[in-house]
């Protein structure tokens, strides 16, 4: 299980927006946008937060459930050392428009 907390901080660290973590895991934004929404545990089909958490363990994030192992117990979310960057696919940069077409725009 996963909490909605635990997916915002998990984006914190990998320093990702919800875009490049929906792109991470092959869902869409609004569906990213709906977890993080989420009250308490993200409530989702089973396919899309086993698509979430895996792309997630890919990119370096454990999820700390309570009852696990740590200083202090409680849900976490910790970041594993040496683990290689997230693959995602690039963001396409709008093109500048010349002067001129804005110009033609008005």
Known sequence: ??????????????????????????LSVPTIQRMEASDGVIRANVGSLM???SALENAGIELINPGAPSATGGRGV??????ARPKMKAIRQPKASSPRAAERAR
């Open 51 to 53: 698509k979430l958490i």
């Open 78 to 83: 910790r970041l594993r050392e040496h683990v």
């Open 1 to 26: 299980m996963i909490t909605a907390n635990q997916l915002r901080a998990a984006r914190a660290l990998l320093n990702i927006d919800q875009r490049q973590t929906a792109d991470l895991a092959d």
